[in-house]
Structure formats: C-alpha cells, structure tokens
C-alpha cells in the first residue's frame, strides 16, 4: 500500500483506504497504457512514412510506366513484405493498446466515480465527514486523482 494512504489512519477505515489503493492502481495502469498508445501511434506513423515514401521512391517514381512492372517488383523482393508486415503489425498492436487503454480508463473512471458516490457511507462520521477533504486533497496532490467532482 501507498506510504501516503498509510498515512491517512485517523482519516479513513481499512475498506476506504484499500479502495483508494486500488484508484491508484489503476490510474498507474492507464497511464502506463496511454504512455505505450502514444508510443505505439508514434512507431505505426513513422513505418507508414518510410514505407511509403520507399515505395514511391524506389517503386513508383522508376517503374510508373506499368503497374505491372510495379507489383512485381514489389513482389520479387521478400524484405518488402516482411516491412509491409512489421507495419501492419505495429498498427494492429497500436489498436489492440487502444482498447486496452479504453478499458483502463473506464475501470479508472468507474471506481473514481464509486467513491465519490459512496463518499456520506465511507466518511460516515460527523468528525470524519468533516476531514475528507484532507483525503481528497492529498489524492489530488500525490496521485492526481480529483475525488471533489465525477467529471474527469
């Protein structure tokens, strides 16, 4: 468990601090998950570029007299379709870390949205009621995680 939820002892029960423990884990992996999307649209844009501007320049520009002319020698040399491969290949991870990162902020969202709307059951307490907002700044201050409002 997070030293800074470990903390909030006089704040929160056992269940509240495991349920703030687990929006800081999944805020971890969406964030890791969007740091991999990027990476990956970065990757898949960047083959794209080079193999088309290899196939313009080394394809297109010296055998444009034949489509023919063209597609065959696409097709005589292995290293184009082992390129054209590895691009789709990216792509299709890159889509894959899409929906992963979707279904990272969604569960993210969910359970953000769970404790701000179970927030009168866990700080049941007038004295605890009081001091949740110490819980939810230090969530905002540590984590990044804004537990005032459900909206992101």
Known sequence: MEPAIILLDEHTDQATRQMLQN?????????????KHILSIV????????????LYFYIAVPYSYSFFAMFSVFVNNSMHFLFLLITVGVYSYMILLKKQRDKAEKEFHGLRCEIIDRSKDLWKQKEEWKNRHKVFEMMKKNYDINLYHENK
């Open 43 to 54: 990757a898949a844009m960047t083959l794209s570029c080079m193999l088309l501007v290899y």
């Open 23 to 35: 929006v800081v884990v999944r805020k971890r992996k969406f964030e890791t998950l969007k740091k």
